[in-house]
Each structure stands twice: as structure tokens, then as C-alpha cells.
């Protein structure tokens, strides 16, 4: 039977001593209010504090979200990063950064999901709780989806980056943007010209960003789906989770049939984008990390649909 390790104790200060010699004092007397009635609400101060502020709020704030999706899976539960913020007057001192956090747990009570009926809901009910005019939220997050091998048929997640953007005005009323941010393959046209064999392809970053129409309706569209296959579909090549033998020879001949500069990749998904009804105005964004070049290659194109006189 193996015998029992021992190792000689050392005789430590008990942990009030230890907290004393790292700097710990012994709590002052408290002469200032702790009752909420009574205590100074600096933030509620009116004065002529010289100029209106456009936004003030808070950023960077996570927290777990439910999302809706036509793809597999069909509800997930993912991060939200928030950013919350409204205008005030140049009469309020500050906002009571308190009341956008409450607002979020009260909406995580009942199972907060990330759809564009829920975040209108929510930025109305913000401004109302802050008394003000006006209030605009952002949520970024992780959107998962399933990709199957297109020739094995092996599944595996895939992910693109999603945000949505609701501002709500008395008087103006909602302004709803959504983005998606996916990776794409490209395949180099100048380099399958010019070269007795092969092409240098690289990974790809297509990033759209949509004005919703006021008519949207997420019960008839996706939204995610929809950017995700205008930017997969215009590229040489998909990106996919799990590529066997079979799949990656059909991936690497697709890419080579279907050359694409930046150049057309912001063209083609534009194109996508303007036959979307609900895509009122747009823009697409692609940056390629170049494989044989130190420099990454980059495009982009911004569109208008209510000013459409150019096609």
C-alpha cells in the first residue's frame, strides 16, 4: 500500500490579517444617505449643459440570446453583444445608465429572441423607460448553420457574423438595418490566365449591410439566409466544415470554373441585393486575404434603391 505524502504547514496569518497587510482598512464612518430617495441624482440635473447629444448609452454589453433561422438548426441560442443608447438634450446632465441593463433582464425573463418584431418592441419600451424621444439598439452575434459536404453529404457548422439595428423615433418611427458578414473562396482570374496550370485562390470576407423596408415580414423571409446565399452563391466556392476526398475535388474544380476578382464579388452580390424586395438600400463589402501577395485585396458598393435611376 503506497503511503500517504505529507508536507510540512506553514503557519499563515488568518485571512482578515492577510487582507490587513495587503492594504485593507477598516470601513470610515458613513455620513452620506444609502436610501435611494435621499441620495444626490447628479444624472437628473437640469441646466443649460451647452450642446444636445446625439447618443449617449452603453456598449459592449453580452448576453445569451435565442435565434430564429430557416436553416438548420432552426432555433439556437447564441451571444448577443449589445449597444444601447438614446439622444438627450442639452438641458439633461446624463441618462440613467441603470434602466438599459433592467431592460435587458426583463426581456431575458421571458426568453429574449433576436427577431426584428421583438427588437422594435424593445427600443420603444427603452425609450419610453428612459422619458425620452428617441432610442437605438444594436445586437451582433454569431449566427450558426448547418453545411453538408456536396458530395459525401457529412454535415458540420458552419457560422456568419449577424447584427440587426433598430432605431425608433417619436415622430419618425422605426429605421431598421440588418448585416451578415460570411466567409466566401475566390478564385483568381488573372492567375488562371496567365499560368500554364493551377490559380491561387483565397478565403474571402463578404459583408452586406440592408436597409429593411418598413413592410418586412420575418414570417415570409429570412433575412440571414438570404445575404448568406447572395454571398456564397457568387463566389467560386463555398467554405464547408468537413471536405472529404470526393467533396474538396468538387469544391477545387467549381472555384476554378467560376473565377472571381473583388471586383466582381461586390458587383454580383449587389445584384443579388438589389432583386431582394425587402433590401430598400445596401452595401457590399469584400476583402480577399490574398495567397500570394502580402496585401489583402478590397472592393466595395453602396446602392440606393429609393433613388434608382441609373439601371
Not at 503511503?3 to 470601513?27: C, D, M, W, Y
Not at 450642446?51 to 432552426?74: C, E, R, T, W, Y
Not at 427603452?126 to 452575434?141: C, E, G, N
Request: a neutral charge; glycine letters at 4%; one cysteine or more.
Amino acid at each position: 500500500m503506497d503511503k500517504i505524502k505529507t508536507f510540512p504547514k506553514k503557519q499563515l496569518p488568518n485571512k482578515a490579517q492577510r487582507h490587513k497587510l495587503f492594504g485593507s482598512v477598516e470601513p470610515g464612518p458613513k455620513t452620506k444617505p444609502s436610501e435611494k430617495s435621499k441620495m444626490a441624482d447628479l444624472q437628473n440635473t437640469r441646466k443649460d449643459f451647452l450642446f444636445d447629444l446625439d447618443a449617449v448609452g452603453i456598449a459592449n454589453v453580452k448576453h445569451p440570446i435565442s435565434v430564429k433561422s430557416n436553416l438548420i438548426p432552426a432555433t439556437q441560442t447564441s451571444i448577443g453583444t449589445f449597444q444601447f443608447s438614446s439622444s438627450i438634450e442639452k438641458a439633461s446632465k446624463g441618462t440613467n445608465m441603470s434602466r438599459f441593463t433592467e431592460q435587458l433582464t426583463l426581456y431575458h425573463e421571458t426568453g429574449f429572441t433576436a427577431d426584428i418584431k421583438t427588437l422594435k418592441e424593445f427600443t420603444k419600451e427603452l425609450a419610453d423607460r428612459l422619458k425620452q424621444k428617441d432610442a437605438k439598439l444594436t445586437v451582433s452575434f454569431p449566427w450558426f448553420f448547418e453545411r453538408r459536404g456536396p458530395q459525401s453529404g457529412l454535415a458540420g457548422m458552419n457560422h456568419a457574423d449577424a447584427s440587426i439595428t433598430v432605431s425608433y423615433d417619436q415622430l419618425k418611427g422605426y429605421n431598421v438595418t440588418a448585416s451578415l458578414s460570411a466567409l466566401i473562396t475566390t478564385l483568381c482570374p488573372c492567375s488562371k490566365e496567365i499560368s500554364e496550370y493551377s490559380a491561387h485562390n483565397q478565403r474571402g470576407n463578404v459583408s452586406m449591410e440592408i436597409k429593411l423596408t418598413d413592410d418586412f415580414d420575418e414570417e415570409k423571409a429570412d433575412w440571414k439566409e438570404s445575404l448568406l446565399e447572395a454571398a456564397e452563391s457568387n463566389a467560386s466556392a463555398r467554405i464547408h466544415p468537413v471536405l472529404k476526398r470526393p467533396d474538396e475535388k468538387m469544391v477545387t474544380e467549381q472555384a476554378y470554373e467560376n473565377p472571381r476578382f473583388v471586383e466582381d464579388m461586390v458587383r454580383l452580390v449587389a445584384a443579388d441585393l438589389y432583386e431582394m424586395p425587402f433590401a430598400e438600400k445596401f452595401k457590399v463589402t469584400c476583402r480577399n486575404e490574398e495567397s500570394i501577395h502580402m496585401h489583402d485585396a478590397i472592393a466595395s458598393v453602396t446602392y440606393d434603391k429609393t433613388n434608382d435611376n441609373t439601371l
